[in-house]
């Protein structure tokens, strides 16, 4: 568990700066220029996501069950994950009206993905893995509110339809094989 509680510490704690210290931050891409800032941050982010990947698979083999979710919960998590893959796609697609909408897509998937992950699945190191990214996605959508971040204009209804069925072809992609494929577990399991 402490390979995944370290990993947690330098991914999220490399993302909460600008929640945490932004001046700080800003006058440190300043004095060090963007590039470098840009490349600690990278390197940090990444062995941070190695840790947890490394600590999850690690911890989740033995952590103690500290309650069973209901079968209707988990298929309300299966639920909530369509709606975090299409948010992740409106994300990633230029604007069109759900992107200025939801304001932060990244960060209202992060919610619901962790969520979801949380309903479905109540080991310890689920719940610090999945509860952990909850916290720092609902501190950080709290900080960006305050920081009054830039929200994008609205563009084309056509980049909502790529959006969205990009996003259903996602999650249609992780219930058949990607889940499975990339962590073992088959999402929809009885």
Same mark, same amino acid.
Request: no cysteine.
């Given at each position: 568990? /402490?390979? $995944? +509680?370290?990993?947690?510490? $330098?991914?999220? #704690?490399?993302?909460?700066? &600008? ?13 060090? #220029? ?11 982010? +990444? %062995? ?15 952590? =103690? ?5 209901? %079968?209707?919960?988990?298929? $309300? *998590? ?8 299409? *948010? ?8 069109? &009206?759900? !992107?200025?909408? /939801? !304001?932060?897509?990244?960060?209202? *998937?992060? !919610?619901?993905?962790? /969520? ?5 699945? #109540?080991? /310890? ?8 990214? $909850? +916290?720092? *996605? %609902? ?5 960006? !509110? &305050?920081?009054?971040?830039?929200? =994008?204009?609205?563009?084309? %209804? ?8 990009? #996003? ?23």
């Amino acid at each position: 568990m /402490l390979i $995944l +509680i370290v990993g947690l510490i $330098l991914f999220l #704690g490399v993302h909460s700066v &600008r929640i945490l210290a932004p001046a700080w931050s800003t006058e440190r891409a300043s004095s060090m #220029g963007k590039g470098p800032w840009r490349g600690i941050y990278s390197l940090v982010s +990444i %062995v941070g996501f190695v840790l947890i990947i490394w600590g999850y698979g690690m911890a989740w083999a033995s952590a =103690p069950v500290l309650y069973e979710p209901p %079968v209707w919960l988990k298929h $309300l *998590a299966a639920l909530l994950m369509l709606f975090a893959m299409i *948010a992740i796609m409106v994300f990633a697609v230029p604007a069109g &009206r759900l !992107k200025p909408a /939801l !304001k932060h897509p990244m960060l209202v *998937a992060v !919610k619901l993905w962790a /969520l979801a992950h949380l309903m479905a699945n #109540g080991d /310890l190191a689920s719940i610090v893995l999945f509860g952990a990214f $909850l +916290i720092w *996605a %609902v501190a950080d959508r709290i900080s960006v !509110k &305050r920081r009054v971040a830039a929200i =994008p204009a609205d563009g084309p %209804v056509r980049n909502d339809v790529i959006a969205v069925a990009a #996003g259903l072809i996602l999650y249609v992609l992780f219930v058949w094989k990607l889940h499975l494929w990339l962590f073992g577990v088959p999402p929809l399991a009885a």
